[in-house]
Each structure stands twice: as structure tokens, then as C-alpha cells.
């Protein structure tokens, strides 16, 4: 095979017809980087080094994978003696021919080794052309459009998830609903262990929902848009969202991390409200240091591409000990320009009480989703009041009052402080 078959320099590929993947990956040192970077190119794409009919020239051109860097770790010029594994990035560059504007096909490249030209690595980014992304519509609302559904301009936006996850009624539910709508929240959503079980239905639960949705407006003025999470098996999910739809729901919520960024995408393509993405499940893919996909794609980029409106993110101040740089990078990746795709409403989620408030709002601005379910329903006041303290947190970052001096005015902040703390920047 020729040199130039198999290589090529970034500034040949970079502005034509490719993805360009850029991966970890860690050998013994007596393994040749070079020949398991070439191996995996081939075999990702024409799927072999021997010779088969059918196999020309012509074909390794327009079909095959190219090597276009190799980076060792770190960038050493010299051979080092005693060093018993090597670390590398390795970019490799996929013609976009292969596989078209889809995920399964995309990522099936990407990650999907197959044994004959086995390689631990882990996806560390993707660069897309602009002709990939142009197959995709993104997102339809973003945080332009949820803004304007919400009425809400200059401050995060509030979420609460009912806690109870599931083993509730829709009846029991709505009146969860309607006490923590009383309190200010811009949106409600279902867990996102609540599906469509017999005992709670989506067409009882919207139905429910959208009336306690009702009592609360009428009571305070305030909107609170409800949304219904449609997680379900693939052959069922088109007719929760359109039963979602007709019944009043205001936004669906997909788990894709279980069900696939492709029904995600296809959801995206055939509804007109807003799609909330969860990320449940999705530390199986990045968790690894070695493997896998990093979390900036799994919950950021990929998300986006599929055309999720808002997307619920990890952060390091949960339970999970995510890097801060990921965290950022993640948000980074939904929100700054990115060809033509709208840019997606963050919601940080996990541990979200209001001591975290200026903390969140200190690292990345207002247009934010502040995503609260215990701290709301495990306020000891209440609900509502729980809701209260949280709208309490955020207007006094947003006004730039003291939060000490806050909770001196507000019973309900002062209660959630005491008893959860206050993280100061």
C-alpha cells in the first residue's frame, strides 16, 4: 500500500468530506504506534490489510481511513529507555461517504473495533465538516426559543424532577405538581425513572399534570411547563410524543443514553415542542480513562447533533466526581456556535440545592437550567417553599445581593441554607 494512501497531512483533509477522530491510546513499547494506528484506519473502513477482490486503488482512496497525526505523550523527540508503555493521540480521518448523516453507522466507525484490528482506545473528540451537520436540524427551540416559551429573560431557568422517581399515581403526582408550581418553578419534569408504567400512564399523567399546571397559574400568575418523559421501548416512543402533544404537554424528555442519539434525532424530526435530553446511563461510556467515548461528545456535542432543546449535564459537585474541565467543556460544547446548530440549554442537575446557586451561576452565567428534586420536595417547609428558596438563590445573584443577607429577608432560603449550606465562590 502506498505511503500517501494510508497518510495524510490535516491540511489536506481538513476542509473536505471527513470526520476526524482524535483518540487515546496506550502500548507496551515494543508495539509499533504507526502500524496500530494504519490497522485501525483500514480496518474501520475497508475492514482489512490482505489483499481481497474487489480492493483497488480507487477504492482505498474514497473509502479508507487515514492516518493524519500521531502525538506521543509526552511529545518526546528521543527514544527513553525503561519507559514500559507509551502513551499517544492518534487522528484518524473517516471518509463521511461510508456512513451519511446518521449515528448508528457513524459511531459503529468510531468505536466499533472489530478483533481483527483490536485497539484499546478512547474517542477523545470529533471534528465534523460542516456538510455532516447540515444533515442534522439540531435543535428547534434552544435557549432563544425556551426562553420565550417560558417567559422567563435574564435568570436561569428552575427545573424539579417529583420525587417520588415512580411508584406514584398521576393523581398523587399532580398534587406534587401543583405545591411545587406554587412556588415558582419554570418547569416540572417526570424522573427519569418514570416512563410510561400501568400505574402512572402518559396520557393520565399529562392530563393530570397540565390541570395542576392550571390551579398553580391561576393562583400565582406564574407558568410552569410540564415535561413528560416518553422513554419507552423504540416502537412506542413516536406515539408517546405525539399522545404527549395532543394532550397539552409542553416539552417531552428522551433517555438517550438508553434508547440511542438516532431516536433521539428521529423524535427531534417528527414533533414541534421542545426535547429535553437526560443523560442517565451515560457514565458507561466515559468513565473509563482507557476507553470509550469522552463525556463532552456523550452529553454535549452528540446530544446537540441529534437535536435536543436542553440537555441535563453532570457536574463535579454531586455525588460524581467528574473533572471540572469536562464539566465545562460539556457546556462549552452545547452552547458555543457550532456551524448553524442552535445552542442548548445546559441543565446542571445532581446534588442542586440553593447554597450551589451562585456557584453554578459563577462558572457559567444565567443561561442555565437549575435542575432541583430533592432539595424542592425535601424542604422542610414544604414544596412550595422549597421552589421559593430556590428562586430566592437566584435572584439574589442575579441582583448582587449579599446570599447571607438574602436569607435574613427569605425564611425559605435561610431554611435550605441552614440545612444544606451555602457554597461561596
Not at 70 to 79: M, R, S, T, V, W
Not at 105 to 133: C, E, H, R, W, Y
Not at 395 to 418: F, I, P, Q, S
Request: proline share 5%.
Amino acid at each position: 500500500m502506498k505511503n500517501e494512501q494510508i497518510f495524510c497531512l490535516m491540511e489536506k483533509i481538513k476542509d473536505e468530506d471527513y470526520i476526524i477522530a482524535t483518540y487515546y491510546v496506550e502500548l507496551m513499547q515494543n508495539e509499533s504506534i504507526v502500524k496500530k494506528a494504519s490497522a485501525f484506519a483500514v480496518g474501520q473502513t475497508l475492514g482489512t490489510w490482505i489483499p481481497v477482490p474487489g480492493i483497488d486503488d480507487a477504492m482505498r482512496e474514497r473509502h479508507m481511513g487515514k492516518v493524519v497525526n500521531i502525538y506521543d505523550i509526552p511529545p518526546a523527540d528521543l527514544e527513553v529507555s525503561g519507559d514500559e508503555k507509551r502513551k499517544y493521540l492518534i487522528q484518524i480521518a473517516f471518509p463521511i461517504e461510508n456512513f451519511g448523516n446518521q449515528f448508528p453507522m457513524m459511531l459503529t466507525t468510531l468505536v466499533g473495533n472489530d478483533a481483527s484490528t483490536s485497539i484499546q482506545t478512547k474517542l477523545v473528540d470529533v471534528q465534523f465538516p460542516k456538510k455532516f451537520t447540515a444533515g442534522f436540524g439540531g435543535p428547534k427551540y434552544g435557549i432563544e426559543g425556551i426562553r420565550e416559551l417560558s417567559g422567563v429573560k435574564n435568570r436561569p431557568l428552575l427545573l424539579n424532577m417529583i420525587k417520588p422517581c415512580t411508584g406514584i399515581t398521576p393523581e398523587a403526582g399532580a398534587g406534587i405538581f401543583y405545591e411545587t408550581a406554587l412556588g415558582g418553578v419554570d418547569l416540572i419534569k417526570d424522573d427519569e425513572l418514570l416512563g410510561n408504567p400501568a400505574f402512572s400512564e402518559i396520557s393520565k399523567r399529562v392530563k393530570e399534570y397540565k390541570k395542576a399546571a392550571r390551579r398553580a397559574f391561576e393562583a400565582t400568575g406564574h407558568k410552569t411547563l410540564y415535561v413528560v418523559n416518553i422513554t419507552d421501548r423504540v416502537g412506542n416512543m413516536l406515539n408517546n410524543a405525539k399522545n404527549a402533544v395532543d394532550l397539552g404537554a409542553d416539552a417531552i424528555m428522551i433517555n438517550y443514553s438508553a434508547v440511542g442519539y438516532d431516536v433521539l434525532n428521529y423524535i427531534s424530526e417528527s414533533i414541534d415542542i421542545p426535547i429535553l435530553g437526560h443523560y442517565a446511563g451515560a457514565g458507561l461510556f466515559y468513565e473509563s480513562g482507557f476507553s470509550g467515548i469522552s463525556s463532552h461528545l456523550v452529553t454535549g456535542k452528540f446530544p446537540r447533533l441529534a437535536g435536543a432543546d436542553m440537555v441535563v449535564i453532570n457536574t463535579p459537585y454531586g455525588g460524581s466526581n467528574l473533572k471540572h474541565q469536562k464539566y465545562l467543556n460539556t457546556v462549552q460544547q452545547l452552547t458555543l456556535p457550532f456551524y448553524d446548530l442552535k445552542p442548548v440549554f445546559p441543565a446542571v442537575g445532581g446534588g442542586v440545592h440553593p447554597g450551589m446557586v451562585e456557584r453554578y451561576m459563577s462558572d457559567l452565567g444565567a443561561d442555565i437550567i437549575l435542575a432541583s428534586g430533592g432539595a424542592v420536595q425535601g424542604h422542610p417547609m414544604g414544596a412550595a417553599a422549597g421552589a421559593k428558596a430556590m428562586r430566592q438563590a437566584v435572584d439574589a445573584v442575579v441582583e448582587g445581593t449579599k446570599m447571607e443577607d438574602a436569607a435574613n429577608r427569605h425564611e425559605e432560603l435561610k431554611c435550605a441554607l441552614d440545612l444544606w449550606g451555602y457554597q461561596k465562590t
